[in-house]
């Protein structure tokens, strides 16, 4: 009776792993915040972002913490989802009117209702996204604009186009998007 208990309780256990495991396959295999990466290259530059790509769901993306924003005003952004977003400059550029060696970034921001204050930190690596990166380790701190679309975005989107010899990338989410002026330097 004893050994048939034990059996019992061995399969149970079977199908409660199988299950789990199930789940964790399934948002491994299709995340709600798909990672995915944008490119640039022209004029001998490459720009590369990987970030994880979020979805509005019904949901009121930026604004006040007291109407339920996903995203508050005030309150630190990794810029997408799940791991910090990363961007890498092949050379030397001006980053909205300010210097940037070449090399691998975190990138995040700080959103307000007129202005995001987007950041480049030399913090790189890890997967929390959600947790803070070294503040001291900050490279540049640029305001950007926000312009206001006629209608919502459901899915972030990073992109790049170009006009002429200017770079611009564009950050568009819900009924907001930001453009960041690059150039060569």
């Given at each position: 009776?004893?050994?048939?208990?034990?059996?019992?309780?061995?399969?149970?256990?079977?199908?409660?792993?199988?299950?789990?495991?199930?789940?964790?396959?399934?948002?491994?295999?299709?995340?709600?915040?798909?990672?995915?990466?944008?490119?640039?290259?022209d004029q001998g530059l490459e720009i590369n972002v990987t970030y994880s790509q979020p979805s509005k769901r019904g949901r009121v993306?930026?604004?006040?913490?007291?109407?339920?924003?996903?995203?508050?005003?005030?309150?630190?952004?990794?810029?997408?989802?799940?791991?910090?977003?990363?961007?890498?400059?092949?050379?030397?550029?001006?980053?909205?009117?300010?210097?940037?060696?070449?090399?691998?970034?975190?990138?995040?921001?700080?959103?307000?209702?007129?202005?995001?204050?987007?950041?480049?930190?030399?913090?790189?690596?890890?997967?929390?996204?959600?947790?803070?990166?070294?503040?001291?380790?900050?490279?540049?701190?640029?305001?950007?604009?926000v312009t206001l679309l006629p209608s919502s975005t459901e899915k972030f989107v990073i992109a790049f186009a170009s006009e002429g010899?200017?770079?611009?990338?564009?950050?568009?989410?819900?009924?907001?998007?930001?453009?960041?002026?690059?150039?060569?330097?």
């Open positions: 009776m004893i050994k048939k208990i034990f059996i019992g309780l061995g399969v149970l256990l079977g199908v409660v792993v199988l299950i789990v495991a199930g789940l964790f396959g399934y948002s491994l295999l299709f995340p709600k915040s798909p990672p995915t990466t944008t490119a640039f290259s993306i930026f604004g006040e913490e007291k109407d339920g924003a996903l995203q508050p005003y005030g309150v630190y952004w990794r810029l997408g989802a799940n791991a910090p977003t990363e961007i890498t400059f092949s050379k030397n550029i001006s980053f909205a009117g300010k210097s940037v060696n070449a090399g691998t970034y975190r990138m995040y921001a700080v959103p307000g209702a007129t202005a995001f204050e987007v950041y480049l930190n030399s913090d790189i690596g890890g997967f929390s996204g959600a947790q803070e990166p070294d503040h001291t380790k900050d490279i540049l701190k640029v305001d950007i604009p010899s200017a770079i611009n990338m564009d950050m568009t989410w819900d009924m907001v998007s930001l453009r960041v002026p690059l150039a060569i330097q």
